[in-house]
């Protein structure tokens, strides 16, 4: 999604930009520019594109300042070209504004400023409407002018401000999107991501909802809507540098598949008391509490609903709470059933995902408790929830989610253990097996993938195929979910998953020679209807590649290739299985020659709905 940096001090504006701008490349964009205040004048380059095509355009020495905004963007309203990326400026050229989210006023602004300022607009962007809206009101108080510019605005923003008169300030304010300050030595920075100040500075102030913010070289003045002056603590940013770089991997994502053994480790480990008890860090239930809910919803997207979909199993499993998950996009509009004796749990990697914050909101509107599952410290979903457990994966730059999958997997097993041992409901001996198995799994993941020879041969017979089938029973079909997910983001192949039982009941009239499945088998409560499954697709003429556990070797018999995961106990095995469908669709997207980490039409964190 679109990025904003924005600088003002003593170094080069553009430099830090560009820095900054490179180090969100990650988050996905289509477009970026960069505004310069220099000389009573605004300095504009905007390019479509890869950022190295921005970077070629600044190079001119003259082109240079000590103030400056710039922003990468993915394109929403119009298609991304030079004219709709950001800096948008004002038409009396005063004004550049870069912003992040949705205007959903913006067709009657357009409307309005053009009858009734003469406004001539050069792109099909929500956004240009906040230039010339701030330039209308702009008498020299440019903070006043966007805080009147605001009051006009309706949606979502995090927006970076800067005036051609005005080279010492930037005026920041921030809706619904995120958006940081940060604290230097030679100046000071703003940003929608940390990330994106690593290099400058660790401490930032994180701006609230219906923020303001006055940056100049030597200060940073945070605002609420009258005007007051919010003192806050600064917070430290504790992001290893090392983990925005590839560390001799090819791509981000091989990098953060290699992650998890030990990130699952940790996840695990600091959740573990002496005696091997869950202790969830700030969180208590009470037993009254606990049984106290008489559902719990589960709320995420993508790979993150997919983590809920197994969370439900264990929750239900081990707490005896009906679980019902749900993709966020559509909760929301729903009427959800979310009152006081409901837990809402909200799972997100980025923590900013638009569908999954609204639909918090919604629940914590209805009287929900909302306990949320969330990777990057300090972000809204973490923010906006009664209690946060965040399931520290470290930066996950590569679009496509591995390592914080696995780790919010490993948070639901917990979250699940820790309520059925309050509430009772689950007996010591099976609270002790799943534990005792769970504190298995790094060392186990780490043979899944040791066996990626295996994993790459499989893709360099198959990756030219055009249509891929995931099968499962169980938790298997969550992750069977997973892997197609997986496999369609990045290399583009189309790519279906469904429960082996339905197939029957439609997908099979699909299936021709030569159809290629995965058939995940780990699951020996139901194993051998799994095998009949195969039998089924195998009478039709499909290629059968099985995932099961170590010791099923008799799978032998049906399939045409096989995986294997480690044996272990039924409940833990999507934590392994998923490993072999991350590695197949890397190697698959790789001998398509496709753009792993930055997949097509992809962003790292969704902020629109
Ligand atoms: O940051 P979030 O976990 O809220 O993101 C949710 C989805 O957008 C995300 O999981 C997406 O599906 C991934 N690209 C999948 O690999």
């Known amino acids: 999604m679109c990025g904003i940096v924005g600088y003002v001090g003593d170094d080069s504006a553009k430099e830090v930009i560009l820095t900054g701008l490179q180090a969100l490349e990650y988050r996905g964009y289509d477009s970026a520019g960069i505004a310069l205040s220099k000389n009573g004048k605004l300095l504009i380059r905007k390019e479509s594109g890869e950022l190295k095509n921005l970077v070629k355009r600044t190079q001119a020495k003259d082109f240079e300042a000590h103030i400056g905004i710039g922003h990468t963007r993915w394109a929403t309203h119009g298609s991304p070209t030079r004219e709709n990326a950001h800096p948008h400026v004002s038409q009396d050229g005063r004004i550049a504004i870069v912003h992040n989210g949705i205007i959903e006023n913006y067709q009657e602004l357009r409307q309005w400023l053009t009858k ?92 609230e909802n219906g923020e303001y913010v006055v940056i100049t070289k030597d200060n940073i003045r945070i605002m609420d809507k009258d005007g007051t002056r919010i003192r806050r603590q600064s917070t430290h940013v504790d992001l290893d540098a090392a983990a925005a770089e590839k560390g001799g991997h090819p791509h981000f994502m091989i990098k953060e598949i290699y992650e998890q053994p030990e990130k699952v480790k940790e996840a695990l480990k600091i959740r573990l008391d002496k005696h091997n008890n869950v202790k969830l860090e700030g969180i208590h239930f009470t037993k009254a509490q606990l049984e106290g809910f008489d559902r719990v919803y589960i709320v995420a997207c993508g790979t993150a609903y997919h983590a809920g979909l197994i969370g439900k199993y264990a929750i239900e499993k081990y707490a005896k709470i009906p679980v019902e998950v749900d993709v966020a996009s559509e909760f929301r509009y729903r009427d959800p059933f979310v009152d006081d004796k409901t837990l809402v749990i909200c799972i997100s990697q980025s923590g900013e995902t638009s569908d999954t914050l609204e639909a918090l909101r919604e629940a914590k509107k209805r009287g929900g408790r909302i306990l949320s599952l969330v990777n990057v410290v300090g972000s809204s979903v973490a923010r906006e929830s009664d209690d ?148 089924e697709i195998k009478a039709r003429k499909a290629f059968v590649v099985t995932i099961s556990k170590d010791s099923r070797k008799s799978i032998e018999k049906v399939a045409d290739r096989t995986l294997y995961i480690p044996d272990c106990i039924d409940d833990l095995t999507p934590i392994l299985a998923v490993v072999p469908l991350q590695l197949f669709s890397y190697h698959i997207a790789k001998l398509r020659g496709k753009e792993i980490d930055k997949p097509r039409n992809l962003a790292k964190s969704v902020t629109v709905e």
């Not at 809206?133 to 605001?150: F, P």
């Not at 159809?515 to 009949?532: G, N, P």
Request: with cysteine; charged share 25%; net charge negative.
């Open 388 to 535: 946060v457990l965040y399931t520290w994966a470290g930066l996950e730059i590569a679009v496509a989610s591995t390592k914080a999958y696995t780790t919010q997997l490993i948070c639901l097993y917990l979250v699940a253990l820790y309520m059925g041992k309050v509430k009772g409901s689950i007996d010591t001996e099976h609270y002790r097996t799943v534990i005792d198995e769970l504190l298995l799994i790094p060392e186990k993941l780490e043979t899944v993938i040791r066996s990626e020879r295996r994993i790459r041969e499989l893709a360099e017979d198959v990756y030219k195929k055009e249509q891929i089938f995931f099968i499962g029973r169980g938790v298997d079909v969550a992750t069977s979910l997973e892997g197609s997910l997986k496999l369609k983001e990045i290399s583009y192949i189309n790519s279906f998953a469904i429960a082996a039982g339905e197939l029957k009941h439609g997908t099979i009239a699909l299936i021709r020679r030569g159809t290629l499945f995965l058939a995940l088998a780990t699951q020996d409560k139901v194993y051998e209807k799994m095998i009949s499954n195969i039998e």
């Open 116 to 207: 009734e300022h003469n406004i001539e607009f050069k792109s099909v962007t929500d956004s240009e409407a906040i230039a010339h809206l701030v330039s209308i009101y702009y008498k020299g108080d440019l903070l006043e002018a966007v805080m009147t510019a605001t009051e006009k605005l309706s949606g979502a923003y995090a927006i970076g401000v800067i005036a051609c008169d005005n080279p010492d300030e930037i005026v920041a304010a921030r809706m619904d999107a995120p958006l940081i300050t940060g604290i230097g030595e030679n100046g000071n920075y703003l940003a929608s991501d940390s990330p994106a100040l690593l290099k400058y500075t660790r401490d930032i102030y994180v701006i």
